[in-house]
C-alpha cells in the first residue's frame, strides 16, 4: 500500500511538529478486520473495487505529528466535495476503507483518519470490553475534533472542495458525527449510523449529543435500529423530540430514522449483523440527504 504525504502549505492551516512512535502508537493502516469482529461474515462483505479511483493510505499533519488515514477519491484532478469518514470502535478496517471507496465512486473525496493513532492499535483486541476499556475508552473527544480539522485542512490543501463538506460515521463513529456538527461551522451536513445519544460524561467524553442537539451547525440525519440493544430506543425518542424543539435552523433540519427489528451495526456488511434492506436504504438516504443539503 502507498503512502502518501502532500507537500501543500499545512502551517497556516495545522500547525505539524515532529512525532515520535511513543506519541503515535499507528504509525500506518493495517488490512483485514479487528481480533474483535473476527469471524468475518465473507457471505455478505461487499467489496467495492478501486478502478477509476485514486485510492490508498495517507499522512495527516496534526498539531503533534501525523496520522494515517484512508483516502479514497476520482481519479484525476477534481474539485471533489469532501466527506470525512469516522470509524467504529474496531478502526479504519476493511470495511471502513471500502465505505470510502463507496463514496469516491459517487463523486467524493471521502477520508476515514485513524482517530486512536496516539492511544494504541483496535486490531490487536480479540475481546470487545477490553477494545473499550483499555482503549477506547482514552481517546478525547477534543483530540478527535482537532485531528477531523486536520483532515478538512489536508483536503483543501490539495485542491477538495472543503465548501461542500459532509461527514458520515458508524457506531463510535455515529456518536462522533452529531458532536462534529456542533464543532465545525464550515461542515454542510452529516450522517450518523447507530451513534450513542446519551451516556455518562467524563473528562474525556464530557458532552453528549443529546446536549448538543440544539446546537447543531449542520443537519444531521441519524439512522437508528429499533432492535439494537446497545441504544435504547428511548434515548433516540429523546433526541428526536430535543431537535424538534430546537430553535436553531440545522437542528430543526435534523432528522432520525429508525429501522423496525434491524440490530445495531446493520450496515456493518462484514458482520452478522448485517441487515441488507435497512443498510441499503439508509445508504440511499444517505446520498439524497448530502445532495439536499450541499455537500
Not at 463523486?107 to 483499555?134: H, M, N, S, T, W
Request: hydrophobic fraction near 40%; charged fraction near 20%; aromatic fraction near 8%.
Amino acid at each position: 500500500m502507498s503512502v502518501e504525504t502532500d507537500p501543500g502549505d499545512f502551517d497556516s492551516l495545522v500547525p505539524a511538529l515532529p512525532c515520535s512512535r511513543r506519541q503515535f502508537i499507528v504509525s500506518a493502516l493495517g488490512a483485514g478486520f479487528a481480533l474483535a469482529v473476527q469471524p468475518v461474515a465473507a457471505q455478505t462483505l461487499i467489496r467495492t473495487d478501486s478502478a477509476g479511483l485514486t485510492a490508498g493510505e495517507i499522512k495527516v499533519p496534526t498539531a503533534d505529528g501525523e496520522i494515517p488515514a484512508y483516502r479514497a477519491e476520482p481519479a484525476g484532478n477534481g474539485n471533489w466535495p469532501v466527506v470525512l469518514v469516522v470509524q467504529e470502535i474496531f478502526g479504519v478496517h476493511d470495511y471502513i476503507q471500502d465505505v470510502c471507496r463507496r463514496l469516491a465512486k459517487l463523486g467524493y473525496l471521502a477520508i476515514a483518519p485513524e482517530l486512536y493513532a496516539r492511544q494504541g492499535d483496535p486490531r490487536q483486541y480479540a475481546d470487545v470490553q477490553e477494545l473499550l476499556g483499555k482503549l477506547v475508552s482514552k481517546v478525547p473527544d477534543a483530540q478527535v475534533m482537532t485531528d477531523l480539522d486536520a483532515c478538512v485542512a489536508w483536503a483543501k490543501a490539495r485542491g477538495g472542495n472543503v465548501d461542500r463538506l459532509g461527514i458520515t460515521g458508524f457506531c463510535w463513529g455515529g456518536r462522533i458525527t452529531w458532536l462534529y456538527a456542533a464543532h465545525n461551522l464550515q461542515l454542510k451536513a452529516g450522517v450518523a449510523w447507530y451513534g450513542r445519544l446519551v451516556g455518562q460524561p467524563g473528562e474525556l467524553t464530557p458532552t453528549n449529543p443529546l446536549d448538543l442537539a440544539g446546537k447543531l451547525h449542520a443537519p444531521v440525519l441519524g439512522l437508528y435500529g429499533a432492535a439494537d440493544q446497545s441504544i435504547p430506543l428511548a434515548s433516540v425518542e429523546q433526541m428526536h423530540k430535543a431537535l424538534a424543539a430546537a430553535t436553531n435552523p440545522a437542528s430543526k433540519a435534523s432528522t432520525i430514522r429508525v429501522y423496525e427489528q434491524a440490530p445495531h451495526a446493520f450496515h456493518a456488511d462484514y458482520r452478522p449483523s448485517y441487515r441488507k434492506e435497512a443498510a441499503e436504504d439508509g445508504w440511499r438516504r444517505l446520498q439524497a440527504w448530502f445532495t439536499q443539503h450541499g455537500v
